[in-house]
C-alpha cells in the first residue's frame, strides 16, 4: 500500500509540460517541490522514561499541508510505527507545533500529502543500523 501511494505522488510529481521554457533565460521553475518544515528546532519532545532507557526508534508519519503551508492536523497519521505506543505518540504530538513552507509544482503552491520520518536517537549511542 505505501509503496502504491509513493508510486502514486511520484507518477502525479512528475507528469506534466517538459518542454517548458520561459522568455527571460531564467530556467523553469522546478516542476515540483515538496513541503518543507521551517521550524529551527524540532517541536517532537522525545519522552524522558524512553530516552533514560535508551529506546530508540523512527516514526513515519503521513501529514498534508495545504497551499498556505498549514498542516491539516485530521490528516495525519502514523504511516509506520516505531514499535514503541510512546514514540508514535510523541511524534504526533509534535506535528501540532510544525511549520512548513507548502509544496509547490511549477513554482505556484499547492496542497500536498507526504511522508516525514520522526527519528528519536540517543546522541551518544552506537548507530544500531536502522536505515530509515
Known amino acids: 500500500m505505501r ?3 509513493l508510486m502514486c505522488i511520484f507518477a502525479f510529481a512528475c507528469g506534466g509540460d517538459l518542454d517548458q521554457t520561459l522568455d527571460s533565460g531564467q530556467p523553469p521553475a522546478p516542476d515540483h517541490e515538496p513541503p ?3 521550524n529551527g528546532n524540532s517541536p517532537v519532545e522525545y519522552p524522558l522514561d524512553l530516552f533514560e532507557r535508551r529506546q530508540e526508534g523512527t516514526v513515519v508519519l503521513r501529514l498534508y499541508v495545504d497551499q498556505r503551508g498549514i498542516l491539516v492536523p485530521e490528516s495525519t497519521a502514523v504511516a509506520e510505527s516505531s514499535g514503541y505506543p510512546s514514540l508514535d ?3 504526533l504530538a509534535g506535528t501540532a507545533g510544525m511549520l512548513f ?9 499547492i496542497d500536498a500529502a507526504f511522508f516525514q520520518p520522526v527519528h528519536f ?4 549511542a552506537p548507530n544500531i543500523g536502522d536505515s530509515r
Open 101 to 109: 513552507a507548502p509544496a509547490r509544482r511549477r513554482g505556484v503552491a
Open 3 to 5: 509503496q502504491f501511494f
Open 36 to 38: 518543507v518544515m521551517t
Open 89 to 91: 505518540s510523541a511524534a
Open 121 to 124: 536517537r540517543i546522541p551518544d
